[in-house]
């Protein structure tokens, strides 16, 4: 029986195709998110828990995400003498299968709980531009499915990336630029594009901290540049990989200080470097960390399983963890003294990893095993 329970979580992954360092990036990112979105069960029993402040998840996610496929990119771009639009196509059906099926299905998920009121979000908020990845990719939102405002900002980045990418290699081919300068000035576009916008609205709107988040760091068009960070490190290992390797250590401890530095700084809401500078940096910061985590090829086997294992289910814990399950333990089973708000927290994570592996298992693992059959049939 035990045997049987273990054989159903058990992923079997390929440790040896795998970087140990980038898994554990990605497993912080998700453990500090799935941390601050349960937080809120612990203050309950007054505990003021966590102790310690934690970099920014959703910031390591951007930019790691935006190293690993920015190196997808460069392979691509390197690898074809011209990308066509089959090319792109091809890229943006492989990332497609990666993340649309498991964000539709737990979108019907939240559409079907706030429904039968098993949680309480505003309905109004919804509208078909979840769909599509528009309910914020100029305006603000909130209040229903929430955490997919950051995954808007990466599909968008992910669609519109290689079209420029596209389009400065036609003018970049007429007038003989290099292709290593081709994807830098595509990179530099999404570094520059998402500044001027937040440099134009820093003067629009007064707000506080909380409309500080959704009017200007939770909108597609003002957050691109974090992803473009991402790419920008997959740059630098490719065409200065001596650079990349030497500077790691020291990056790595610039990566952290400023980190910390931004997090205990105090920043005003309302004073234009906040709104236009703080969000970058706090992405600089974790661009930094990035050449010291990918050199981490290896670790301990159970430190190896556990971190692969929460880096695998990343993906799925980042869509349940709040509406799913955070905010069903809210709106049904409020903790009632210090006692029963550690059991939630404990119950709340059980549940988060639990699900999770089970929806990374026996659906989003399924479908990319199909992506991989529908690549070797093109």
């Known amino acids: 029986m035990i045997n049987q329970i273990t054989k159903l979580f058990q992923l ?5 195709k795998r970087v140990f360092g980038l898994d554990l990036m990605r497993a912080l990112a998700i453990l500090f998110v799935v941390m601050g979105h349960g937080g809120w069960i ?3 029993a007054n505990t003021d828990f966590p102790w310690i402040r934690f970099i920014d998840g959703v910031e390591l996610f951007f930019v790691l995400s935006g190293f690993l496929i920015g190196g997808i990119l460069i392979k691509i771009f390197q690898n074809t003498e011209s990308p066509t639009i089959r090319t792109i196509w091809n890229f943006w059906i492989r990332r497609w299968f990666r993340t649309l099926p498991n964000y539709y299905l737990v979108l019907i998920l939240n559409i079907l709980f706030v429904s039968y009121g098993i949680i309480n ?3 109004s908020q919804f509208n078909w531009k979840f769909f599509l990845f528009l309910q914020n990719f100029s305006q603000p939102f909130y209040g229903f499915f929430w955490e997919s405002w950051s995954l808007s900002i990466e599909e968008w980045f992910y669609l519109l990336f290689p079209i420029i990418l596209g389009c400065f290699y036609l003018l970049g081919k007429a007038l003989k630029i290099s292709k290593k300068s ?7 576009l999404f570094l520059l ?3 001027l916008l937040r440099v134009f609205v820093a003067s629009k709107f007064e707000v506080d901290q909380f409309w500080l988040g959704v009017k200007i760091y939770k909108v597609v068009i003002y957050r691109l540049d974090g992803i473009a960070l991402g790419l920008l490190a997959a740059f630098i290992k490719h065409w200065y990989p001596k650079f990349w390797v030497k500077s ?3 990056s790595f401890v610039l990566g ?3 980190s910390y530095a931004i997090l205990y700084f105090s920043w005003l809401p309302n004073d ?3 709104k236009v500078f703080k969000i970058i940096l706090g992405s600089i910061g974790c661009f930094l960390l990035l050449p010291k985590f990918d050199s981490m090829k290896s670790a301990p086997p159970l430190i190896t399983k556990v971190i692969t294992h929460i880096s695998l289910i990343s993906y799925s814990m980042y869509l349940i963890n709040l509406a799913l399950v955070s905010e069903v333990i809210r709106d049904n089973f409020p903790p009632h003294g210090p006692k029963s708000a550690w059991a939630l927290y404990l119950l709340y994570w059980g549940i988060v990893i639990i699900v999770s592996t089970l929806l990374f298992k026996y659906f989003e693992k399924p479908i990319m095993d199909f992506r991989e059959r529908f690549k070797s049939k093109q």
């Open 248 to 250: 790691r250590n020291l």
């Open 42 to 44: 612990l203050n309950k």
């Open 272 to 274: 234009f470097s906040t």
């Open 121 to 123: 979000e505003d309905f």
């Open 182 to 188: 081709i994807f830098l000035y595509s990179i530099s």
């Open 193 to 195: 594009i998402p500044l």
């Open 256 to 258: 952290v200080v400023l």
């Open 12 to 16: 079997n992954p390929d440790y040896e």
